[in-house]
């Protein structure tokens, strides 16, 4: 019996993620993301914020409108802390990663009880962000 070749192997001389078995380390994942996004900006921001819907211990949910396309929706940003600046940005990296893995894990899901997920980018202050239908109604809590 011969072995297949793994698609999830991360590159020849690439080291892994110790949480993600088997994928490229955060920190090469976080700097190869930033980068690409990096050169996607625009002078003119396509988001403009409303109000603050939620926050969480990722991320905070803030309602925005689609300048463009002339439509509400819900961004997603990544939060930051002083604390997360450690040596070579690894606990930033590794929360970059995962917020990251929400997104295009989140983007490849086709189900009504789902929000579908739209663009992943970077607002004007460099934050990575992902923006998704803004759904309306009552929170858990209040059900």
């Known amino acids: 019996m011969t072995s297949k070749p ?4 991360p590159p020849s001389g690439g080291s892994t993620d110790p949480v993600h078995t088997g994928r490229v380390r955060s920190d090469d994942f976080a ?5 690409r996004l990096g050169t996607r900006r625009t002078p ?7 109000d603050r819907v939620a926050q969480g211990g990722m991320g ?9 396309l002339h439509r509400e929706l819900a961004m997603k ?16 990296s590794l ?3 995962r917020f990251v893995e929400e997104a295009q894990v989140t983007g490849q899901l086709d189900h ?3 929000v ?3 663009e992943l980018g970077l607002d004007a202050q460099g934050r990575v962000y992902f923006t998704m239908k803004l759904v309306r109604g009552r929170t858990l809590r209040e059900v």
Do not use: C, K
């Not at 700097?31 to 980068?35: D, K, Q, T, V, W």
């Not at 905070?60 to 463009?68: A, G, L, Q, S």
């Not at 940003?77 to 930033?92: F, H, I, K």
């Open 112 to 114: 009504p009880g789902i």
């Open 31 to 35: 700097a190869e993301l930033l980068s």
């Open 116 to 118: 579908p997920v739209h």
């Open 95 to 97: 929360r970059l990663a």
């Open 6 to 9: 793994s698609e999830d192997l």
């Open 44 to 50: 003119q921001p396509r988001y403009e914020r409303i």
């Open 60 to 68: 905070t949910i803030y309602r925005v409108r689609d300048v463009d």
């Open 77 to 92: 940003v990544l939060r930051t802390s002083d604390a997360e600046d450690t040596p070579r940005g690894s606990t930033a």
